[in-house]
């Protein structure tokens, strides 16, 4: 009897938790020709032109959020400012991919506006490189003359 008691207690404590959503924490989308896919290798930089770090978060529902960096210390604190869809590029699909830079997956309850969220154990030398939402390099967050850049550590496919 008490086992079945505890059966049903934990059944209704798994009703009641919410579910967490899965995101990827990402860079801004970014755009490059696909011929310059096709020279890119192990040590290429992909200069972004970010001075300071912008963050995405990206679902499998093809949204994107916007967050807003807060000073912080140690871990890195957003606010969410807006969710929208991911529009297709409009310039010429045949001569750019859409670049995304993957910095974590993580899990939040709700996305709702204005709420801060921390992230922390963000490993900036391992960056998953996606060209047209298909895995092809790795790379890591370098500095050059004082802007973001990506230095592409290994490319995981054999022709791009």
Do not use: W
Request: include cysteine; aromatic fraction near 6%; glycine fraction near 2%.
């Amino acid at each position: 009897m008490k086992a079945d008691t505890q059966a049903v207690h934990l059944e209704k404590l798994m009703q009641e938790k919410k579910s967490l959503s899965s995101y990827k924490l990402a860079l801004p989308f970014y755009k490059i020709m696909h011929s310059d896919i096709k020279t890119l290798s192990q040590n290429s930089i992909l200069l972004l032109g970010l001075k300071r770090l912008e963050c995405v978060l990206l679902s499998k529902e093809n949204t994107m959020t916007k967050l807003k960096r807060l000073k912080s210390t140690s871990a890195l604190h957003f606010e969410i400012m807006t969710t929208s869809k991911i529009v297709p590029l409009k310039d010429d699909v045949q001569k750019y991919a859409r670049v995304s830079f993957i910095l974590k997956s993580i899990e939040i309850a709700s996305l709702n506006l204005k709420t801060m969220i921390t992230i922390e154990d963000i490993d900036f030398m391992h960056v998953e490189v996606y060209f047209d939402g298909v895995p092809q390099a790795e790379g890591k967050l370098v500095s050059v003359n004082d802007e973001i850049a990506i230095e592409i550590t290994k490319v995981t496919k054999d022709e791009i």
